[in-house]
């Protein structure tokens, strides 16, 4: 699965902050996700077997520029060209826009969301 391959990416590397898949805990006030898109991600129609869709990548933390701080990492961490994580090989992984702070429902903390666009293909 193409969003737990990145998602393995950024485990451990990044402040320690635990890293999930598609959701936060309620009770983290400091972790990363990595959120893939509702319908999946998408085949490429002129390569088969390829895929050019985009995630995102979600921060919270309890302080704006402790957060912002973990975004640079996250973007430092995955932004490549022709690198191998898990099954996938990606062609390329850059981010596209600068982070989105929001405040979180019931905690009173900060989100910070970063949109990436890729392409990789299954490389077992």
Do not use: W
């Amino acid at each position: 699965m193409i969003a737990m391959a990145i998602a393995n990416r950024l485990r451990g590397v990044i402040d320690d902050a635990p890293v999930h898949f598609n959701f936060i805990p309620a009770d983290e006030q400091i972790a990363i996700m990595v959120d893939s898109p509702i319908p999946g991600f998408e085949l490429d129609p002129e390569l088969p077997g390829y895929f050019n869709d985009m995630f995102e990548v979600v921060i919270r933390h309890t302080t704006a520029r402790h957060g912002l701080e973990l975004c640079r990492q996250a973007v430092d961490k995955l932004v490549i060209t022709n690198q191998r994580f898990g099954d996938y090989h990606f062609n390329f992984i850059r981010a596209i826009t600068e982070p989105a702070v929001y405040p979180t429902a019931k905690s009173g903390l900060r989100e910070f969301a970063v949109r990436f666009e890729f392409s990789c293909y299954q490389a077992i």
